[in-house]
Nanobody, 126 residues
Framework: QVQLVESGGGLVQAGDSLRLSCAAS????????MGWFRQAPGKEREFVAA????????YYSDFVKGRFTISRDNAKNTLYLQMNSLKPEDTAVYYC???????????????????WGQGTQVTVSS
């Protein structure tokens, strides 16, 4: 069971940028498909972005495409989410998720993952 710890959240203004990080405890991090999800108050958790075990294949939800970039550094056991042009509707708790699987198929559902971090709050003011 890999442990995941997110960081990098905070309070920013609309149009600003943030980079979230997710540090994984597992040395075999490179064998995990990874994803970012978010949950706004009163709403269900939703898919944001996913990346395959190599870092070469990425998927995004339509509402972040062109603004957010998911990446990973397998040597550092770390997943990233670069968020640019932030909007107030991006306000949410952001979670990273992991599943030990070798696939390039998109892992877009919560049910595709079996390891979750505790989340980091991102608040975007208008």
């Amino acid at each position: 069971q890999v442990q995941l710890v997110e960081s990098g959240g905070g309070l920013v203004q609309a149009g600003d940028s943030l980079r979230l990080s997710c540090a994984a405890s597992e040395r075999t991090f490179g064998r995990y498909g990874m994803g970012w999800f978010r949950q706004a108050p009163g709403k269900e958790r939703e898919f944001v972005a996913a990346i395959d075990w190599t870092g070469g294949v990425t998927y995004y939800s339509d509402f972040v495409k062109g603004r957010f970039t998911i990446s990973r550094d397998n040597a550092k056991n770390t997943l990233y989410l670069q968020m640019n042009s932030l909007k107030p509707e991006d306000t949410a708790v952001y979670y990273c998720a992991a599943r030990q699987i070798i696939t390039i198929l998109p892992l877009r559902s919560e049910n595709d993952y079996d390891n979750w971090g505790q989340g980091t709050q991102v608040t975007v003011s208008s």
